[in-house]
């Protein structure tokens, strides 16, 4: 059976990948307090050098992330996001899983009413990757 076969029919390498995304160990993302929490106002955060590594290949991936929040009752602290953001350079992750991950745990942490995140990876084999995912919620 060719690599494409077992791929189809879901046996293939990706088998076993990723199966601890949602409860890897990454640093704490940590927060502050909203003084205008009173006033609804758009946050956008953009970094052009998030980094991982491809799960399948073990070669690395490239990519622009960008948060858009309308925080609540609190706002992140950008030192924390950078970290965070940073300790993705050595782990082994699909695009659709960093994307998803980070919402997650920005989420979590910010509590925002609601934040959208995209992750713009560089081509691979000539295929431009964009993935986003949103986040609704409330002020707590």
Same mark, same amino acid.
């Given at each position: 059976m060719s690599q494409t076969e077992e791929l189809a029919a879901g046996q293939g390498d990706y088998e076993g990948l990723q199966e601890d995304v949602r409860s890897m160990e990454l640093p704490g993302i940590e927060v502050f307090t909203n003084q205008y929490s009173d006033r609804a106002y758009e946050i956008t955060m953009e970094t052009l050098e998030f980094s991982c590594i491809c799960p399948k290949t073990g070669?690395?991936?490239?990519?622009? /992330?960008?948060?858009?929040?309308? !925080?609540?009752?609190?706002?992140?602290?950008?030192?924390?996001?950078?970290?965070?953001?940073g300790a993705f350079r050595n782990i082994g992750i699909f695009h659709e899983h960093a994307v998803n991950r980070i919402l997650d745990d /920005?989420?979590?942490?910010?509590? !925002?009413?609601?934040?959208l995140v995209t992750g713009s990876f560089n081509a691979r084999g000539g295929i431009q990757t964009t993935v986003e995912a949103s986040y609704e919620g409330g002020a707590s």
């Amino acid at each position: 059976m060719s690599q494409t076969e077992e791929l189809a029919a879901g046996q293939g390498d990706y088998e076993g990948l990723q199966e601890d995304v949602r409860s890897m160990e990454l640093p704490g993302i940590e927060v502050f307090t909203n003084q205008y929490s009173d006033r609804a106002y758009e946050i956008t955060m953009e970094t052009l050098e998030f980094s991982c590594i491809c799960p399948k290949t073990g070669q690395p991936d490239f990519a622009t /992330f960008r948060i858009v929040y309308t !925080p609540g009752e609190l706002c992140v602290e950008l030192k924390s996001l950078k970290l965070y953001l940073g300790a993705f350079r050595n782990i082994g992750i699909f695009h659709e899983h960093a994307v998803n991950r980070i919402l997650d745990d /920005f989420s979590g942490a910010v509590k !925002p009413a609601r934040a959208l995140v995209t992750g713009s990876f560089n081509a691979r084999g000539g295929i431009q990757t964009t993935v986003e995912a949103s986040y609704e919620g409330g002020a707590s």
